[in-house]
């Protein structure tokens, strides 16, 4: 194309559409700087000690002067802290203060800004895999792509698990209340089986991850808590023990996995009679046009990023993609031998599939 040929470029579409790059450059440098706030402690100094001038904030949060003010301007141009002209200080709204600094909460973003800031670190792998076409495994990122990815999705476990995605399953709640098995696979760093640990004391459970450094901090965090009814083991889905399952769960992970079909087969073989599978898989519409959206990007920009790389770096390398949807997720599930697949409940950005034979 000749962007030179007369007419071919219309004037307020190409000032519209430059102005919303430039929104999303200012948004990226924004989060960036957001990651250096959350790091240095800047923003719970800001929210625990009020509005304040630059000295004061600088004092409380032990960081540079000089530097705070310019990062506190940026911020402020971006709309991420308040700005008072009258008397030249700084604060942070409410739902600033959620947003930027409420560590464990829904509305917080901190870990996905983590994990952002980790793509943009090894931007040159990420580089070399989108030409090269060739996988890229999760030990193959940044350890702040391990610490973000369980930093955002805690939240949501801790909101929902419990108390509303697993009541959602036919006769599973009553079965761990009692005494059951449960075996979380993809656990990653075991907040999510930690939870279950916690909240169903009678039932044991078995958190599976295949990435050794992740099952490591997962067994610190069992111990931390003194959980007892706990246990984590560093092996791949195929290699999964039959222990006799009354639940296993996925959560987040089995369209990172090289072979789906092949994962969720095992876990077949691994329940219990009557047993239930819950896969937490990212929420998708079934085609790209239901998907045009914000979540959307978001979703598709990991799956570009980690999700399709890491799938390609193992056996099968199917690239299920994090965008999947509920019918590809079904037949994949099908194929595996569970007749039985439904969506048992959803969230703004998760859908809960539970399966069974």
Not at 3 to 17: M, Q, R, W, Y
Not at 276 to 286: I, K, N, Q, R, S
Not at 288 to 316: D, K, W
Request: charged fraction near 20%.
């Amino acid at each position: 194309m000749d962007i030179n040929t007369a007419g071919s470029v219309d004037p307020e579409k190409l000032e519209a559409f430059a102005g919303k790059v430039m929104g999303d450059i200012g948004g990226s440098l924004a989060a960036l700087l957001a990651y250096i706030g959350d790091q240095t402690g800047v923003y719970r100094a800001m929210r625990d000690g009020g509005r304040a001038g630059v000295v004061d904030i600088a004092r409380r949060a032990g960081v540079d002067e000089r530097y705070l003010l310019e990062w506190l301007s940026a911020q402020a141009a971006a709309g991420y802290v308040t700005y008072h002209g009258e008397d030249e200080t700084f604060s942070l709204t409410p739902e600033q203060a959620l947003v930027l600094s409420a560590e464990g909460h829904p509305a917080c973003m901190q870990g996905f800004i983590q994990q952002l800031v980790a793509q943009h670190t090894t931007h040159d792998k990420a580089v070399d895999t989108f030409a090269s076409g060739k996988g890229r495994g999760w030990e193959d990122h940044h350890a702040c792509c391990f610490c973000g990815t369980d930093r955002f999705f805690r939240p949501g476990y801790d909101a929902n698990l419990v108390s509303s995605w697993i009541p959602a399953l036919d006769g599973v709640e009553e079965k761990l209340k009692a005494g059951a098995k449960i075996a979380d696979l993809g656990c990653g760093l075991g907040s999510s089986t930690v939870l279950m640990a916690k909240s169903y004391p009678n039932s044991t459970v078995h958190g599976f991850d295949f990435h050794e450094p992740s099952i490591l901090t997962a067994r610190e965090r069992a111990a931390e808590a003194g959980l007892e009814n706990i246990r984590f083991e560093a092996v791949a889905a195929k290699d999964m023990p039959a222990n006799g399952y009354d639940l296993v769960c996925i959560f987040d992970a089995l369209h990172d996995m090289g072979d789906p079909v092949g994962a969720a087969h095992r876990i077949r073989q691994c329940l219990a009679p009557g047993g239930t599978l819950m896969v937490v898989e990212p929420l998708a519409g079934d085609s790209l046009s239901q998907n045009l959206h914000l979540l959307g990007q978001l979703f598709y920009s990991a799956s570009t990023l980690i999700c399709t790389p890491a799938s390609r770096a193992q056996e099968v390398g199917l690239g299920l993609g994090a965008q999947a949807g509920q019918k590809r997720l079904t037949q994949v599930l099908n194929e595996a031998g569970f007749t039985h697949v439904r969506r048992a409940a959803e969230t703004q950005t998760n859908m809960i599939l539970e399966a069974r034979v």
